[in-house]
Structure formats: structure tokens, C-alpha cells
């Protein structure tokens, strides 16, 4: 099984980070190779560029991929699926044209030129409207095009805004979300590494965000405790086995109740909270501690 990967580009460190979270370690795989092994005998990766990537993967280059969904969309594949967002590389493609300009809507742009990197995403976008302006194909640096008049208006991704509003250009409207996606060839999707490396990289995704906290209560205020953790499901509870040097068990309160170590996962935004309401129902011994991985 081969997964396609960006080679260079903003989504090459997190994709290979999500690999790396997700137990698949890659191994030499040096700085300007093709390929790289991981610690996995049947999986192995090829690095190739954001936009080559959903090609490679319909043509038999690759099994699986990682990259845009803008990039997927452009390279208009056919038999490939899709299995996971992975929620990173969020931006939107979107219309923009000249703050200062008279193109103020779509139905301005009759017999106009948009440039883009993404011509087969603007054709279907303007196909939609009725609108047909001729489309220029552009390699980068789109949002310059408008000012040394090649085109009217662009089709560009944005996400902060920053570069449309340095080159003072107005968004018009909104033509493709787009986020980073786990794709395979549907020739392959019965291979079970598929679902495996899909489960893999879907448990990092799940414990993002989480944490796992473990507590002593004492056993009479377990249903309080209980009470206040939002936890997955409920939480885990368990007797503390540990016994002091003449047999007596340690963990109890000065009242010599017994304790309890209690576990549970919870919204990192619902940690604070939860500390504060546990300890008011009595626990003690509050650890936290983040996950590497959570398969539901
Ligand atoms: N500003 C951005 N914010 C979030 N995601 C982005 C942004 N720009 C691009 N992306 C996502 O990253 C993908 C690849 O973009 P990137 O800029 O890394 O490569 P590129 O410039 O197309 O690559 P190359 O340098 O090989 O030509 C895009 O297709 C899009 O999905
Ligand atoms: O809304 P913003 O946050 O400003 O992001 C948008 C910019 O990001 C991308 O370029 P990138 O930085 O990847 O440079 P590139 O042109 O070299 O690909 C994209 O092509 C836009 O120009
Ligand atoms: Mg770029």
C-alpha cells in the first residue's frame, strides 16, 4: 500500500506529522528521495506535489492520498474515495476582483477574463451561473494578474485574508470550501490496510482536543464525582490496590474510608471546569494528561 504525500508546500510538515502521530514513522526517508518506507513493512509513502497527488493515486502511482480537497476537485479523478477529513488546510476558494473596480457580481463578468490556478473548479463554478467569462490559467501569484490587467477578476484560495486585502481585492463570492482529505482508489478500498491506516490516522484525529484525567475519590463520594465528569461515556473506576507495611490499605481518607482511582476522557475546554467541580466533590490527586490516540 502506497500513500501519496505533499513533497514541499504548507501541508508537507503536518501530513507527515499526522503520519508520525498516528504510529506510521517514516524511514529512509531523507531529504529529496521519492519514496520513504515506514515502520510499517506494507505501507510506504511517495512524495509528489499537493496537485499531482489525486492523479497519481487514479493512475496506480500511489493507493491512498493526502492532500486538498480543492486539488482533488481540480484534478476532476474519477474513482477515488474519499475516507477522511483530517481538518487541516482549511481555505476557501473564492471570487475576488479590483475593491476599486466596477465587477461588483458575477453578472458583471460576462465576456470578462478570470485567471486562476484552478480552471476546472472556476469552469464548473461559472457553469452554474450562466455566466461565461473566458478562463486564464495561471501557475501562481494570481492575485498580481487583476493589476497588470490579465484578467478582471481571479478564482484564488484565501484563508486569513491577508493576501487579497494586500493587493486590495474584494471577495465576490464563495466557490469551493476546501480542507485536507484521506483519499484511496476504490480498486483498493477492500485491502484491510486501508481501514487500518484510515483507523489510524482517524484515532489522532479523535483525541485531539481530549484529555484523560485520573483522580482518588473516596468510594462515598463516587456518585458525586461521577456526577460532575463530563466524561466519553462513563467513567472508569477502579479499587487502589495498594497496601501499606502492615497490610493496611494507603489510599483512604484521614476518616479511613476507602479510595477509589477514578479515569475519564474529557473536552480539553471542559478540563478547567471539571478539576474545579471534582475537587469540590471530593477528589484528590487530580492528574491530567493528553492522548495520543483515542479508537472509539
Ligand atoms: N492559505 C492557505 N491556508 C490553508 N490552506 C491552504 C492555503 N493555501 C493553500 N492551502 C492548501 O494547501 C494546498 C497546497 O498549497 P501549497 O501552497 O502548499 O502548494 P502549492 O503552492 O500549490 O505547491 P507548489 O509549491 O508545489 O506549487 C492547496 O491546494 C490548499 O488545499
Ligand atoms: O488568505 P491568506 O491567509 O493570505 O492565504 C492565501 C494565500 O495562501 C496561498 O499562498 P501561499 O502562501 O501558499 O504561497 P504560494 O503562492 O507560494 O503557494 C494562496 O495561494 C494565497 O495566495
Ligand atoms: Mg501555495
Do not use: W
Not at 487500518?196 to 484523560?212: D, H, I, P
Amino acid at each position: 500500500m502506497r500513500i501519496a504525500v505533499p513533497n514541499k508546500g504548507r501541508l508537507h510538515e503536518p501530513t507527515i506529522d499526522l503520519l508520525e502521530r498516528a504510529g506510521l514513522h517514516l524511514e529512509n526517508g531523507a531529504d529529496r528521495k521519492l519514496y520513504a518506507d515506514t515502520v510499517d513493512p506494507d505501507v510506504s509513502v511517495l512524495f509528489a506535489r499537493a496537485a499531482d497527488i489525486p492523479e497519481y493515486v487514479a493512475d496506480g502511482a500511489a493507493d491512498m492520498g493526502i492532500t486538498g480537497y480543492d486539488q482533488v476537485r481540480e484534478a476532476r479523478v474519477d474513482d477515488v474515495s474519499e475516507l477522511l477529513d483530517l481538518e487541516f488546510g482549511r481555505c476557501r476558494l473564492v471570487l475576488a476582483a479590483p475593491e476599486d473596480g466596477n465587477i461588483e457580481g458575477v453578472a458583471d463578468l460576462a465576456g470578462a477574463t478570470v485567471a486562476t490556478e484552478f480552471p476546472n473548479i472556476t469552469a464548473d463554478f461559472f457553469a452554474e451561473t450562466g455566466v461565461e467569462p473566458d478562463i486564464v490559467e495561471v501557475s501562481g501569484a494570481t492575485e498580481l494578474t487583476p493589476h497588470v490587467e490579465m484578467a478582471d477578476a481571479i478564482v484564488d484560495i484565501t484563508s486569513t485574508g491577508t493576501t487579497l486585502k494586500m493587493n486590495r481585492l474584494a471577495e465576490l463570492e464563495d466557490v469551493l470550501s476546501s480542507s485536507v482529505r484521506l483519499f484511496a482508489r476504490e480498486d483498493v478500498l477492500e485491502n484491510p490496510k486501508v481501514e487500518e491506516v484510515r483507523t489510524a490516522l482517524a484515532s489522532v484525529k479523535q483525541a485531539e482536543g481530549k484529555r484523560y484525567m485520573m483522580m482518588n475519590v473516596p468510594r462515598a463520594k463516587l456518585d458525586d464525582v461521577r456526577d460532575v465528569i463530563p466524561g466519553l461515556g462513563g467513567p472508569t473506576v477502579m479499587d487502589i490496590a495498594d497496601e501499606g507495611p502492615n497490610g493496611e490499605p494507603t489510599a483512604t481518607t484521614e476518616d479511613g474510608d476507602a479510595k477509589v482511582a477514578v479515569h475519564a476522557v474529557v473536552n480539553e475546554r471542559d478540563v478547567f471546569e471539571t478539576i474545579t467541580e471534582v475537587k469540590k466533590a471530593g477528589a484528590s490527586d487530580i492528574l491530567v494528561t493528553e492522548i495520543e490516540r483515542l479508537v472509539e
